[in-house]
Every structure is written in C-alpha cells, then in structure tokens.
C-alpha cells in the first residue's frame, strides 16, 4: 500500500498540478494513520464523535494534509537513510 499511494502522490504533484491532497481516516484505523505520518501527511483536524456508520457506531474523524512542498522534502528525507 505504501507504494501504491507514494505513485500516486507523485503523479497528482507532478503530473496533475496539485499543490495539496487531503485525507480523512477513522481515529481506530491504525495502519491508515501510520501510511499518512510515513508519508509526510500532518494532522490538520480531529473531530469527536464526527462520523456515525449505518449500524450506529460513531467514530473520530482525523483530517490530514500534505502539501507540495513538504512532498518534496519527505521524498528526499527517505532517500538520505
């Protein structure tokens, strides 16, 4: 999964123009929070009690954000170890 979302990031900077991509991720999903924090994403949100599912179970709601420029200082980080 690593991978495949690195490829994408990539391709939305340099190849589509975007210079932030946002992501939403349930407080209890773990491997999520640590794929973005890998990545270089930082926490912009939390939300309590935000999202409430078709079974009734309510979860946080953690909004994330990754910009351009930081991408950049993240790839060439990883590259340096």
């Known amino acids: 999964m690593t991978e495949a979302l690195k490829q994408m990031i990539q391709d939305l900077f340099e190849n589509k123009g975007y210079e932030i991509i946002t992501a939403r991720v349930f407080s209890e999903n ?24 078709t079974e009734g179970r309510i979860f946080d709601d953690i909004f994330f954000v990754l910009f351009k420029e930081d991408w950049g200082k993240t790839i060439h980080r990883k590259e340096k170890k």
Not at 31 to 43: I, K, V
């Open 30 to 53: 773990l491997a999520s929070l640590n794929l973005l924090t890998r990545l270089g994403f930082q926490q912009e949100a939390y939300l309590k009690r935000a999202v409430k599912n």
